[in-house]
């Protein structure tokens, strides 16, 4: 199974590809036209930008490594790890809300999409359904209860 975010990533490594191998060595032939290198405007900042594109393309296929050694069979069936969505009673207001665990790359409170080192994260990490859990957030203490969880199996398509 590939993960969303794998494509994205792939997506962003074929993008810097293309501009290392095609337009930054073209981008760099006509600032070096210009003459006097030493103080080519053009020809640093095409040089800078080379550095960052190489330094970024190393970043995404270690992560993309990364993410795709990931044994998904390791996840727990039962317990909140990554790929989970789980509905939390908040037991000292009586809300509701819902988490989904993803990755760092994918982070995103708004939709509720967080991540298993955030603080909510590593307080349900390994926990189950029905079980309480004390989370220490920017806003004081706050205790949840695990309504329903739906793991990275029950979630993922079957094949």
């Given amino acids: 199974m590939k993960f969303e975010i794998v494509k994205k990533l792939e997506t962003e490594l074929e993008k810097l590809s293309r501009e290392l191998l095609v337009d930054l060595p073209q981008e760099l032939q006509k600032a070096a036209a210009y003459g006097d290198l030493s103080e080519n405007a053009e020809y640093d900042a095409a040089k800078q930008r080379k550095q960052f594109v190489e330094s970024r393309i190393g970043q995404l296929q270690k992560r993309i490594s990364e993410i ?92």
């Fill in 68 to 159: 795709t050694s990931i044994n998904m069979n390791a996840i727990p069936k039962d317990r909140v790890g990554l790929g989970s969505r789980v509905l939390l009673s908040d037991l000292d207001s009586d809300s509701e809300i819902v988490y989904t665990f993803v990755f760092p790359e994918e982070v995103d409170p708004e939709k509720g999409k967080i991540s298993l080192a955030s603080p909510i994260g590593k307080s349900l990490v390994g926990k189950e359904e029905g079980d309480e859990a004390t989370v220490i957030t920017p806003k004081g203490r706050r205790n949840f209860e695990i309504v329903e969880l739906k793991t990275y199996h029950d979630l993922s398509p079957k094949k």
